[in-house]
C-alpha cells in the first residue's frame, strides 16, 4: 500500500502513514526546542569525562537536575511518540507503559556508556542500547505491554530527521572543500566495491546494499537510513550495526599509530581517519589520538560523509525500485512508482538541513543544534533498545551470516587502502600541507 493510500481518515482518526508522521513529528520538535529557548535536553549522566566510582553514582542520582531531565525526557519523547503512533494507523492501547519500559531501558544503556573507562574506549550508547536489547528480547518472550512500546521504524525516522538539522552545509564548505570531494569520491567508490564483492560472495541484494551504505557512508545513520529506504530487514540491520560498532574499535585504536608508524602527516592522518571509521565517536577519539589537527581534519571529512547522507539515501531508494524483483514484466517504473515508494522521511532530513544551514540565523542554528542533536541520539538509543528486543539469535542463526561479515571486512578493507591513498593525494599532493 502506498504512502499515498494510506493518508485517509480512518473511524474519524486522521491517518497520514509513518513516513509522514515522521517528519512532522521531526519538525514539530525542532519547533519545541526553538520555542523553549534550547533549555530542554536528554539526561547526562557523569558529564563528559563520565563517572567513576560509588561516589560519582551517589552524586549523580542525588542531583535534582538528573531528575528533572530524567522526567521531563519521558514526557517530552513520550507525548511525541504517542502522535507519531497515532497518526502512523498504530493502536495506541498499552503503548504508554511499553514506551516507559523501553525509555528507561534506555537511560540504563546510557548510564552504562557514561562510564569513565567505557569512554575512554570510544564506546558509545548505541552499542548499549543494542546489547541490552539483544539480552531482554533472548531471554524472555516480550510480554504484549512491553512489545506495544518497540516502535523501531518510527523513532528510527524522527532521529533521522532530526540528525538533518545537525548537519549543516555551510560548516562543510568553510572547512573547505577538500573534505567533501575525498567524501564523494570514496563514498561512490567504496559503496560501489562493497555491493559488487557482496554480490559476488552471493549476498542478497538486501543485504549488500545495507552493507554498501554502512561501509562507504556514516556507519550505524547510513545502515538505518539505507534499511528504512528499502524496507530491508531489521534482523539484518541489526548484524550490521554490530559489525560496524565492534569493527570500529579496533580501527580506532590501531589506525593512528599505523598513520604515525607510515609517517602519515598530521592532516593526511585525520582525513584518513574521518573518512573510514564508522561511527561518529570513534572517529574523535581516533582523531584525538593523533593530535589537535588530526582532530580537526578527521572531524572535517566525517562531517562532510554524514551530508551525502540525505543525498545517498534518495539514490539508494531510486535505486532500489528499480532493482525491484517484484517488477517482472520488465515495464519501465514510472515518476509516480518512484514517488509512491521513495521514503518521505528523507525529505524531512534534506528540508531540516536546508533550514538549519540557510534559512536561520547561524546563532539559533548553534543553540539549537546542541539540543536537537542530543534529541536525534536518544530516538536513536531508542531504535536500539528496540531492535535487539525484536532480534532474537535462534533466527540469525538460521540466516547465512558468514558471507555478509565476509563482505563486510573486504570492503573496509578496501575502504581503509583507497581512503588512504585518496586522502594523501588530495591533503598532501594537491590541498593543504
Given amino acids: 500500500m502506498s504512502e499515498e493510500s494510506k493518508s ?33 535536553s536528554t539526561p547526562s549522566f557523569g558529564g563528559s569525562a563520565g563517572w567513576k566510582g560509588v561516589g560519582a553514582i551517589t552524586e549523580m542520582f542525588g542531583s535534582s537536575s538528573l531528575l528533572i531531565a530524567v522526567v521531563s525526557t519521558v514526557l517530552i519523547f513520550g507525548i511525541f511518540s504517542a502522535i507519531g503512533v497515532y497518526l502512523s494507523g498504530d493502536s495506541l492501547r498499552k503503548f504508554v507503559t511499553g514506551f516507559v ?3 528507561l531501558l534506555t537511560f540504563l544503556a546510557q548510564f552504562l556508556s557514561s562510564f569513565a573507562g567505557f569512554k575512554n574506549l570510544g564506546l558509545e550508547a548505541v552499542l548499549f542500547s543494542l546489547i541490552l536489547g539483544l539480552i531482554i528480547g533472548n531471554l524472555f518472550r516480550l510480554p504484549d505491554w512491553l512489545r506495544s512500546g518497540v516502535q523501531t521504524e518510527l523513532y528510527v525516522k524522527i532521529g533521522l530527521v532530526l540528525l538533518g538539522a545537525t548537519i549543516l552545509f555551510k560548516d562543510i564548505m568553510t572547512a573547505g572543500t577538500f573534505g567533501l570531494l575525498q567524501a564523494v569520491i570514496v563514498v561512490i567508490a567504496v559503496w ?8 559476488k560472495m552471493k549476498v542478497d541484494d538486501e543485504y549488500s546494499t545495507m552493507l554498501a551504505s554502512a561501509v562507504s557512508i556514516c556507519g550505524v545513520s547510513a545502515a538505518i537510513a539505507t534499511a528504512g529506504a528499502i524496507n ?5 540491520l541489526s548484524f550490521i550495526i554490530s559489525l560496524v560498532l565492534i569493527i570500529a574499535i579496533p580501527m580506532m585504536i590501531f589506525m593512528p599509530i599505523i598513520a604515525r608508524w607510515i609517517g602519515l602527516s598530521d592532516v ?53 525500485t528499480y532493482r525491484d524483483k517484484s517488477n517482472k514484466n520488465g515495464k519501465k517504473v514510472s515518476a509516480s512508482i518512484i514517488w509512491e515508494r521513495f521514503p518521505k522521511f528523507v525529505l524531512g532530513f534534506i528540508m531540516a538541513s536546508v533550514i538549519f544551514s540557510f534559512l536561520i540565523s547561524p546563532e539559533t542554528a548553534k543553540a539549537s543544534g546542541k539540543v536537537i542533536k542530543s534529541f536525534s541520539t536518544f530516538w536513536f538509543n531508542l531504535a536500539f533498545i528496540s531492535i535487539g528486543m525484536e532480534t532474537r539469535f535462534a533466527d540469525l542463526k538460521a540466516m ?21 591513498l585518496v586522502s594523501y593525494l588530495l591533503f598532501q599532493v594537491i590541498g593543504p600541507k
Fill in 232 to 236: 530491508g530487514d531489521k534482523k539484518k
Fill in 400 to 420: 547465512d551470516n558468514k558471507k555478509p561479515f565476509y563482505g563486510f571486512l573486504v570492503g573496509q578493507g578496501f575502504n581503509i587502502i583507497f581512503t588512504l
Fill in 101 to 103: 519500559a523501553v525509555c
Fill in 8 to 40: 485517509i481518515r480512518k473511524s474519524g482518526r486522521l491517518v497520514i502513514g509513518q513516513d509522514w508522521a515522521s517528519v512532522a513529528i521531526g519538525f514539530g520538535i525542532i519547533v519545541f526546542v526553538i520555542l523553549a529557548g534550547y533549555s530542554i
Fill in 268 to 320: 593526511v592522518t585525520g582525513a584518513w581517519l574521518g573518512g573510514t571509521i564508522d561511527t561518529t565517536g570513534a572517529v574523535v577519539a581516533a582523531g584525538t589520538i593523533a593530535g589537535e589537527t588530526g582532530l580537526k581534519y578527521a572531524t572535517i571529512v566525517k562531517f562532510s560523509q554524514n551530508v551525502l547522507l540525505g543525498v545517498a539515501a534518495f539514490a539508494i531508494s531510486v535505486f532500489w
Fill in 192 to 199: 560501489y566495491f562493497t555491493f559488487w564483492v557482496s554480490r
